[in-house]
């Protein structure tokens, strides 16, 4: 996919609104994944932000992320859910797979305002969930831990939305303020890179 680059990672400025029609939309596309639940739709969300900077100069929600030991998540994750439950705009069902270990699964009770995203991001969101719906959860959290920008943090701490640009460098044009960042942070924290 051939999207704009702006070259630069602009403020975003963060409203639980969009993050939670970011997680219906994301929710009614794998309601049905037998591999699905709370931890997959978690990495859909990450990896589509940061796909987003790397492809638009910005996220798609403006959610900060944060290290949590199976992998990265919204820190606005669990009060947006529960707004949603409340609210009666989802529900959570509990899944068992093969194995016998259960999943809660985001079930959507209402279509999510799409008007809200543009195209490309929709897009971006569509693509990461075709790449990863093969993964399981486990799997999924394993491709999270490779994540450079995963790594470059302590567990708790949020994860920079510039880190977005060590993870995947082949896939941006690198300016002098993108080079300079990345000299930084790596001089800062190269050395926790596996």
């Known amino acids: 996919m051939m999207l704009e680059n702006t070259h630069e990672v602009p403020a975003v400025s963060y409203e639980d609104d969009r993050l939670a029609e970011l997680m219906i939309y994301i929710a009614a596309k794998i309601v049905d994944d037998p591999r699905g639940g709370a931890v997959k739709l978690n990495k859909y969300l990450y990896f589509a932000d940061f796909a987003a900077i790397r492809m638009l100069g910005r996220p798609i929600s403006g959610a900060a992320y944060q290290k949590l030991p199976w992998g990265p998540a919204p820190r606005r994750l669990l009060p947006v859910r529960d707004r949603l439950l409340r609210n009666h705009d989802v529900e959570l069902r509990r899944r068992y797979d093969a194995f016998g270990y259960a999943h809660d699964v985001v079930v959507p009770l209402r279509e999510p305002d799409i008007s809200v995203f543009t195209r ?22 394993l491709v999270s831990h490779e994540d450079a920008a995963w790594q470059l943090v302590e567990e708790g701490e949020t994860i920079p939305y510039e880190l977005a640009f060590v993870q995947a460098p082949g896939e941006v044009i690198v300016t002098g303020a993108i080079r300079a960042e990345g000299e930084r942070l790596l001089s800062e924290s190269g050395d926790r890179l596996r």
Do not use: Y
């Open 120 to 141: 490309n991001e929709l897009q971006i969101v569509d693509e990461i969930i075709d790449e990863l719906r093969p993964l399981s959860a486990a799997q999924i959290s």
